[in-house]
């Protein structure tokens, strides 16, 4: 499951593994290795993807499936708005 997360989360922000590695600090090869799952990543690398990525280690790791929206530089009306667009979604889909 954390191979799949790391390559679905890297393809999704438009990374490629070169470009991950760098900003890890790793290689392509690790970033190769860890998707094809022969190794896993350190903890010190798990907490850096999980930076990187802006989720949770759980979710990388397949333990919380929740998504979340990345809304730091939000104001309060605008995350407002979000929340009533969403609560909207959630509930056409009842």
């Known amino acids: 499951m954390l191979n799949e997360n790391i390559k679905k989360l890297r393809c999704q922000r438009g990374l490629s593994q070169v470009e991950l590695g760098r900003k890890l600090g790793v290689t392509k090869q690790s970033i190769s ?34 998504k979340f929206i990345e809304i730091t530089n939000l104001t309060d009306e605008e995350i407002t708005h979000l929340q009533f667009i969403a609560k909207d979604i959630a509930n056409a889909k009842k």
Do not use: A, H
């Open 33 to 66: 290795n860890w998707e094809n799952n022969y190794i896993q990543p350190s903890i010190e690398m798990l907490m850096k993807l999980s930076s990187v990525f802006s989720v949770s280690t759980d979710c990388l790791l397949g333990l919380d499936t929740r």
